[in-house]
């Protein structure tokens, strides 16, 4: 099996990344109250301020480029159900450990996957549609609309909800596609195929692998 549930090209990866850094929201009160796309515009406006002031090390550091990617998209998106919707009936079939080692490779997966989209990064500002959300809400669908230049512009539609008091991605929409129902897809091809041990020892290797070709481009 190739690459395992990934969009086709740089410009789809560049805005999964985005999808999932701005989705982002901060555990403060203050922040919470002052909603969804608020908050989502303020990630938006520190993400640009981090890459505009790390240009060089962004090209020249996988190892930091990497470790940005870590640090944003951990704390903020709700692995654990990202987990279980892109299994679907796979994962309520799974036993307690291999929920469990499948959620943190999966993890490492998004990470190393969006961190190589950081070096394609350039300016972008992003519109809003009206937020359809009534008080005591819990699950949203925020829609947006991300515009660069010399790029056409692209719907992309964040789907979050509140995790342990704090508003948590668990999927995205990019003109249409999206992120869960894509790697579900993949994933359940190579659980037909090896079961879910086979699975986690797929994207374990490729993980690995990729750690190792970081590890020889800081030592080259």
Known sequence: MGKIGLFSTKRRQFLMLICLLFTSLSTMA????????????????ELQTILVQNQDRLKEDPAFVYQLANDVLIPHVDFGHVSSLVLGKYWRRATDEQ???????????LVRTYSTAF?????????YTPLRMNVGDEDVAVHTQVNRTGAPPVDVVYQMHIKDGDWKAY?????GISLVTNYRSSFAKEVRRSGMRGLIERITELNDRRAKQIVATNQS
């Open 171 to 175: 999927d995205v929409k990019i003109e």
């Open 99 to 109: 929920k469990q080692e499948f959620s943190h490779q999966f993890q490492r997966l």
């Open 119 to 127: 070096k394609e990064l350039q300016g972008w500002d992003i519109s």
């Open 30 to 45: 203050a922040e919470q109250l002052a909603g969804p796309q608020q908050v989502i515009q303020r990630i938006s406006d």
